[in-house]
């Protein structure tokens, strides 16, 4: 390359980083002006999105009955292989179990320290049974507490409605 093609380089380079930067704290200005959101956290609740994937929870149907039917699509579609199931049957009738269906969930663990909280369980679930809550205060202190078992993740479904956070 010439010397002018160079010194042409150059000058679009220093041009292509003042624009950039340009561009850049024109966004920043921009918000000075806005009001601030500042929480007092963790005396105010802060805001959620409906949406916002928080720790599982494992749903009841309408007569409070476990609504996991052992299939492993959750555990399956888990790219974190987070997910571990150990499925058994009840025969006794409907109105006689804790289950909505025969088969269900002996035990259903989620680890935490696997999971990256993708989503992709909830997606495969044909029940419905595995959801994300909203709960993102579950700081631990040891790997072995980031394991959350079956019950705990039932009484995630109580305590979603309890949280002291606002829905938008
Ligand atoms: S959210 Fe993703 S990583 Fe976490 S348990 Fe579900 S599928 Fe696995
Ligand atoms: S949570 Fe859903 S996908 Fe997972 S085993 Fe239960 S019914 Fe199947």
Known sequence: MSFLGEVLNTVKE??????????????TLSQIPKAKKTVSYPE???????????EHMLTRNADGKENCVSCFLCAAACPA??????????PRPYAERATADHRYAKIY?????????????????????????????????TPGEMVKDKEYLLK?????????????
């Open 156 to 168: 995630n479904f109580e305590r979603d409605k309890d949280l002291h956070i606002i829905l938008k």
């Open 109 to 141: 663990r989620i680890d935490y320290g696997r999971c990256i909280l993708c989503g992709y369980c909830t997606e495969a679930c044909p029940t419905d049974a595995i959801k994300h809550g909203h709960n993102f205060e579950w700081a631990v202190y």
């Open 81 to 90: 292989d987070a997910i571990y199931i150990e499925g058994a049957e009840d």
């Open 14 to 27: 220093v041009f292509d980083v003042a624009r950039s930067t340009a561009t850049g704290m024109s966004i």
């Open 44 to 54: 105010q609740p802060v805001e959620i999105f409906q949406r916002f994937r928080g």
